[in-house]
C-alpha cells in the first residue's frame, strides 16, 4: 500500500536514508528535522478531519 509519510529525525543522514527508501518505494515522504514543525505541518489537516467526522454526526 503507498501512502503519505511524515517522518522526523534530528539525525540529517537517517532523515535523507529513510526518505530514499520511502520514496523508492512510491511513497509520498515529508521529512521533518523538528517535531514542532512536523506538527504544526499536519494540524491543519488534523484539524479538518475531526471538523468533517465532527459535522458528519450533527447533519
Do not use: Q
Not at 32 to 47: C, D, H, Q, T
Request: hydrophobic share 45%.
Amino acid at each position: 500500500m503507498i501512502g503519505n509519510i511524515l517522518i522526523v529525525d534530528d539525525e540529517p543522514s537517517a532523515l535523507k536514508l529513510l526518505k530514499d527508501i520511502l520514496t523508492a518505494d512510491g511513497h509520498v515522504v515529508r521529512p521533518f528535522n523538528n517535531g514542532e514543525l512536523a506538527l504544526r505541518s499536519i494540524y491543519p489537516v488534523a484539524k479538518c478531519a475531526w471538523c468533517m467526522g465532527k459535522a458528519k454526526y450533527f447533519v
